[in-house]
């Protein structure tokens, strides 16, 4: 039986009142107070999430770019120095092995972060593709701890903090610097459709740089938030979460994120000619968000009915605790797409309202 | 919290029963339930009047993690449902024992309650 890994913070989770379960085989807390309300606490105030078990990649070399630019679907020719790219990385199916994001710090000089779930995957997937370019790829997951910082009082919150003037990193940029005396990668990003930051940082700084959030937070509503409302909050906001909307039989075109393959970019890379045929045919099956106006969670797995029977299975399903009713997203046959879709709940017809997300209106930078 | 009330008994699937001054049975779930279960967001009650075995379902408690039955501590007819759990399914995590309350019973047999569960054997079984 292999023991669940834990991040620096396992121990302050539990003096917080985390309650510890398995993800993607880490022991991380799914919540310390109650799911609903640290979701709410991030969409009204702050919430500090811990998300050190996520990946962390150096890709280094004369080639860096280049390799890059052919392992992703999204243009990795738009980066700048202290520029954040989202996308997919594809096989040659059009399948996807991992969402990411590509961090250009300087010259030749890459960073990616890739999701806790998919570390040993992507890791020799990436090793396997960059074989033929002169780059250098190394495993930083066991260097980095990562604590994210998300919601309307974040940037009040990481400003008192830090002589690095916030308000000059625009969303999805980065800049490098101390927070609370802990060297930081300050980034401008998150997965919960508000204004935050998510920072990287030494693994051996990680508790003293949570206490000191926790800390500068405490007036400010700041609230320790765990994976449940992680989940929740990304669903809201309409975005991906790998195994569920993408996957190896989901193409990102598929799921919605037709804007991030950019098959123009003037390179091929890899899954550009499945992605391009899928393009001119259109998928067969579709990635959809719906709500319910009712409050009975629509759980994955959960068959999609049309008027002809099943036509796919719900991927995604919670509670929304600002619109107080159930939302989810489902893959459904393309065909079935503008017919009414329903679910059944313990006997009960559920109607699904499709909705083009996010569901809540978002503030982010 | 307390995980336990003195003028309740058990069943061990985590119901508690009280019986009122007029000899009907108030019922809901108990601490322990409601924090293993999380966060809950909904509760499936029955109609007025609708007739159980002991152990039948008689509902479902849904949390984020997971939806699960619920089972008539004793055999009875229903005479009340919380209506306050429809908009407000939270109050069975803050208050279990009270607000929480989910249906009022007509006990068919009043020795049933007898084969509940006392506090103390509750206790036992939840550490």
């Known amino acids: 039986m292999s023991e669940l ?50 990946g962390e990649v150096d890709v280094r070399g004369p080639e860096a770019g280049r390799f ?24 040659t199916t059009g399948g996807v092995v991992d969402d990411l994001l590509v961090y250009l710090r300087g010259p030749e000089d890459y960073f990616l972060c890739i999701n806790a779930a998919n570390i040993d995957k992507d890791l020799a997937w990436i090793r396997e593709q960059a074989a033929q370019f002169n780059v250098v790829v190394t495993d930083r997951s066991p260097d980095y701890a990562q604590l994210a910082v998300q919601g309307p009082k974040a940037p009040a919150i990481v400003q008192s903090l830090t002589a690095v003037k916030l308000e000059l990193i625009k969303y999805y940029h980065f800049a490098e610097g101390t927070v609370a005396g802990v060297p930081c990668l300050i980034s401008r990003t998150g997965y919960t459709g508000e204004d935050g930051f998510e920072l990287y940082h030494p693994a051996a700084e990680a508790r003293r740089l949570a206490e000191a959030l926790l800390e500068a937070g405490a007036g400010l ?8 409302a992680r989940d929740s909050l990304r669903l809201e906001a309409g975005y991906p979460l790998y195994g569920h909307e993408i996957t190896a039989d989901i193409s990102p075109l598929a799921a919605g994120l037709g804007w991030t393959v950019k098959l123009d970019k003037g390179v091929d890379f890899i899954g550009r000619a499945a992605l391009a045929a899928e ?8 990635i959809v968000f719906f709500k319910t106006g009712d409050r009975r969670i629509v759980r994955a797995g959960s068959p999609v009915l049309g008027p002809t ?35 059944d709940i313990r006997g009960a017809k559920i109607n699904l309202q499709l909705v083009k997300p996010p569901f809540v209106s978002l503030k982010k930078a | 919290m307390s995980n ?16 009122e001054t007029d000899g009907t049975a108030t019922v809901g779930i108990t601490e322990y339930a409601q924090n293993s279960l999380g ?20 509902g479902v408690v849904e949390s984020v993690k997971a939806a699960s039955d619920l089972y008539a501590p004793v055999a009875g007819s229903v005479l009340a449902v919380n209506a306050a759990l429809d908009g407000a399914p939270e109050k069975v995590n803050q208050s279990p024992f009270d607000g929480g309350w989910m249906i ?14 006392s506090p103390d054997d509750y206790s036992k079984l939840t550490g």
């Not at chain 1, 539990?14 to 709410?40: C, N, T």
């Not at chain 1, 052919?70 to 990385?89: A, E, F, I, K, W």
């Not at chain 1, 509503?221 to 449940?228: F, P, S």
Request: hydrophobic share 45%; net charge positive.
């Open chain 1, 68 to 91: 890059l630019n052919h392992l992703v679907t999204n243009d990795v020719g738009r980066l700048y120095p202290g520029r954040v790219l989202y996308s997919p990385m594809c096989y």
């Open chain 2, 39 to 58: 966060d809950i967001t909904f509760v499936q009650l029955p109609k007025v009047g609708v007739v159980f075995k002991a152990g039948e379902s008689f």
């Open chain 1, 221 to 228: 509503g700041l609230e320790l938030a765990g994976l449940g």
């Open chain 1, 279 to 286: 393009k001119t045919a259109g998928s067969m099956k579709r």
């Open chain 2, 4 to 19: 336990v009330r003195p003028d309740c008994r058990y069943a061990k699937s985590h119901e508690w029963l009280r019986l």
């Open chain 1, 309 to 343: 029977g099943e036509v796919g299975r719900v991927v995604s399903g919670t509670l929304s605790p600002i619109l107080n009713e159930a939302i989810g997203s489902a893959l459904v046959n393309a065909n079935a797409v503008l017919a009414p879709l329903a679910v």
């Open chain 1, 5 to 54: 890994k834990c991040t620096p913070l396992r121990d302050f989770h539990v003096a917080h009142g985390g309650r510890l379960v398995d993800f993607a085989g880490w022991e991380m807390p799914v919540q310390y107070r109650s799911i609903l309300e640290e979701h709410k606490a991030v969409r009204r105030a702050a919430g500090l999430f811990d998300v050190s078990h996520m």
């Open chain 2, 104 to 117: 009022k019973l007509k006990i068919a047999n009043p020795a049933d309650v007898g084969a509940l569960l």
